[in-house]
């Protein structure tokens, strides 16, 4: 599984090294800080940026599509709600891509990393928990549950940005392995939530049901999947080597 791409090599939960230090980054700084020209800022970006983009895209298409499922009259029709699940492992795709086209092009960047890390929050970390809430996990307790999840996803990104470059490489500069697993991880949780739609499993029909149902803590317990998912993401003792 791609993981986590910096706009070139391989690193840490994506898929790339830190960024080189030569014309390619002096230029995209130099573009990046320019007062003058309205379009300095898309001239500073790297073809593999433009991927990470579209993984951004996915999700963000993800989450609308949630919203067009809960806003529709017919709960029973799951067009909506599978269209958001399929959006995210197409984010996968292009956070998978873009990696490679970095490396193929031999072109790193700072911007491209915390791109990286931004789409990834958005495709693997928000619209999760959108289409978790979609298919009935709607109780106050199950949005701090999934929030708790989303928060863990941006720590862990936030946290691969500070220390990547801590992380040991092998002799390629790929590191050798994710500490804590990495967010597009959360896809297992999709399959989990495709299979339910596919079974009718839905809002009422949940598998474990409705627990401490009638007050102000119920919650269905199989939220504890996210909150699972979130602590492997945040523990610094979870390394995986990989592959």
Do not use: D, R
């Given at each position: 599984m791609s993981t986590q791409r910096k706009n070139g090599a391989p690193q840490g939960p994506k898929d790339q090294?830190?960024?080189?230090k030569g014309e390619v980054q002096d230029k995209q700084v130099r573009l990046l800080s320019q007062e003058a020209g309205h379009f300095s800022l898309i001239r500073a970006l790297h073809l593999a940026d433009f991927i990470t983009e579209l993984n951004g895209f996915c999700g963000a298409?993800?989450?609308f599509s949630s919203l067009r499922y809960c806003t529709q009259s017919d709960?029973?029709?799951?067009?909506?709600?599978y269209l958001a699940l399929a959006?995210?492992?197409?984010?996968?795709?292009f956070d998978f891509m873009d990696g490679k086209v970095a490396r193929w092009r031999k072109k790193a960047s700072l911007m491209g990393q915390e791109l990286d890390s931004l789409a990834d929050l958005v495709s693997f970390g928000v619209s999760p928990a959108a289409a978790a809430f979609c298919l009935g996990l709607r109780t106050p307790v199950d949005h701090l549950l999934l929030a708790f999840f989303i928060l863990c996803g941006l720590t862990r990104l936030a946290r691969?940005?500070?220390t990547v470059a801590m992380v040991p490489k092998d002799e390629s500069g790929k590191?050798?392995?994710f500490e804590g697993?990495?967010?597009p991880m959360s896809l297992v949780i999709v399959q989990v939530m495709a299979y339910w739609v596919y079974k009718g499993w839905t809002l009422e029909q949940i598998p474990l049901g409705l627990w401490l149902e009638g007050t102000m803590f119920e919650f269905h317990p199989v939220v504890a999947m996210f909150?699972?998912?979130?602590?492997?993401m945040v523990s610094k003792s979870v390394k995986i080597p990989k592959p």
């Open positions: 090294m830190p960024p080189a298409m993800s989450v709960p029973f029709n799951y067009t909506n709600l959006f995210i492992p197409l984010g996968l795709f691969f940005n500070v590191s050798k392995y697993t990495p967010i909150i699972i998912h979130g602590c492997l």
